[in-house]
């Protein structure tokens, strides 16, 4: 019999993990849920596998737009009582790509057979995350799929407006720096050159602003590739410096540390976490295993290990808020609400109200962030341009003070 590794986390939200014997990768996670166990990863021993744990989209699989659409169609006709395998087909029928035709067949041949819906997305090759699969697992045991649907179906839109809320914001900024910056190389290597015959021609000592403007468009004109060559190298350490869990958690420390940036991130970060550990309490699942889950939405390492270190002390008898203040890295606002929320019993709707909270916060800081980012880019970018053209006139009037 074909031996197994599996990881999971037990009903004390303690990550495990070990071997098992068994006839195939689905007796593996169905003996850990009977096990009270939510299985994270489970492949055959010394094969590649596929890692439940992946948060990612798989490449082969739908994409988050694509998986959100099925989630919303799936949830409204379960809720309008169609059965799952008649839904699935419905689905299979409306797909408008080979992609998502081939994962929703892949789901509902697995459902046919006799598998739950929460297996058959698990098998997906991390196309589902971890909180998905587990979501819909818990939904199917409490006998609320489509109630959890309809919550994912929310969690997911949100997640992706706070998302594109912030790639919108960035647009502008990132364009008119490039503007900015193809204006400056233009007239350093193309415009600028042009002056420096004449110049030669008439003789005489040019100013020393002249000197650095005609020597740095030299430079770019004439070494551009080296300029290419050690961005690309710098940027190449840099990835190698973030690959590095030392390094990365230093580097995220001191992004906490920045004045404005941090107090994004540390914004952004939190109305994740707060939505994802709603959306799972709100769905039944345990506070510890939700803990477990939803600190691995947070990109950022030094509050993901405060968000570890809370479940620990949770683990213990301690209260939520209290433990993520201890780091002293989440927004005081957010701890007081989840605070309240602990206190009245209601900590997975206080949990989702922070994160409405935060979003619009988001949103606002993002805005007052680009208040000043716009000027002070356009000051910059007419100081820069200013000075190259006074650095033309200045030689075109000394070069004419020595011919007169």
């Known amino acids: ?28 996670v169905l003996k850990l849920q009977e096990a009270g166990n939510i299985p994270l990863q489970a492949r055959e021993s010394g094969s590649g596998g596929f890692g439940l744990a992946n948060l990612r989209l798989g490449r082969r699989g739908m994409n988050a737009r694509e998986v959100g659409a099925f989630t919303q169609q799936l949830s409204t006709m379960l809720a309008a009582g169609l059965p799952l395998d008649r839904s699935l087909q419905v689905l299979l ?16 041949d697995r459902v046919r057979q006799g598998g739950s819906l929460s297996d058959a997305l698990d098998e997906q090759h991390g196309a589902f995350n971890r909180l998905f699969v587990n979501m819909v697992r818990a939904g199917e045991v409490g006998g609320t799929l489509d109630v959890t649907l309809a919550r994912l179906t929310q969690y997911l839109e949100r997640s992706r407006d706070l998302k594109d809320s912030v790639i919108s914001a960035l647009i502008y900024p990132i364009l008119l720096l490039v503007l900015a910056a193809g204006s400056l190389i233009l007239l350093l290597v193309y415009v600028i050159p042009q002056f420096t015959p004449i110049f030669e021609e008439l003789g005489g000592d040019l100013p020393l602003i002249t000197k650095l403007v005609l020597g740095v ?14 961005t ?6 840099f990835r190698r410096m973030l690959a590095d869990a030392d390094k ?23 109305a994740r976490l707060t939505r994802t550990l709603g959306t799972l309490l709100s769905n039944g699942v345990p506070l510890l295993s939700a803990l477990s889950i939803a600190q691995n939405v947070i990109t950022n390492t030094v509050l993901r290990r405060d968000v570890n270190d809370s479940a620990r002390e949770v683990k213990t008898g301690g209260g939520l808020a209290r433990n993520l203040a201890r780091g002293g890295r989440f927004p005081r606002l957010a701890l007081q609400m989840i605070s309240v929320g602990e206190e009245t019993g209601q900590l997975d709707s206080m949990l989702l109200k922070v994160s409405d909270t935060y979003d619009i916060e988001v949103r606002n800081t993002i805005d007052r962030l680009l208040a000043i980012f716009t000027p002070v880019v ?13 650095s033309v006139l200045v030689a075109i009037l000394s070069i004419n003070d020595l011919v007169g």
């Open 217 to 230: 468009g030299s430079v770019l004109q004439n070494f551009w590739w080296g300029i290419i060559l050690l």
């Open 248 to 270: 990365r958690f230093a580097w995220d420390g001191r992004v906490l540390a920045t004045k404005w940036v941090g107090d994004l991130v540390g914004k952004i970060e939190t």
């Open 232 to 237: 690309v190298l710098a940027v190449y350490w």
């Open 93 to 108: 029928d409306l797909a408008e790509n080979d992609r998502v035709k081939r994962t929703v067949a892949e789901i509902r």
């Open 1 to 28: 019999m074909p031996l197994f590794e599996y990881k999971a986390v037990d009903p004390s939200g303690e990550t495990v993990q070990g071997t098992m014997e068994a006839a195939s990768v689905e007796l593996v």
């Open 378 to 390: 356009t000051l910059l970018l007419a100081v820069m341009i200013g000075t190259i053209v006074l």
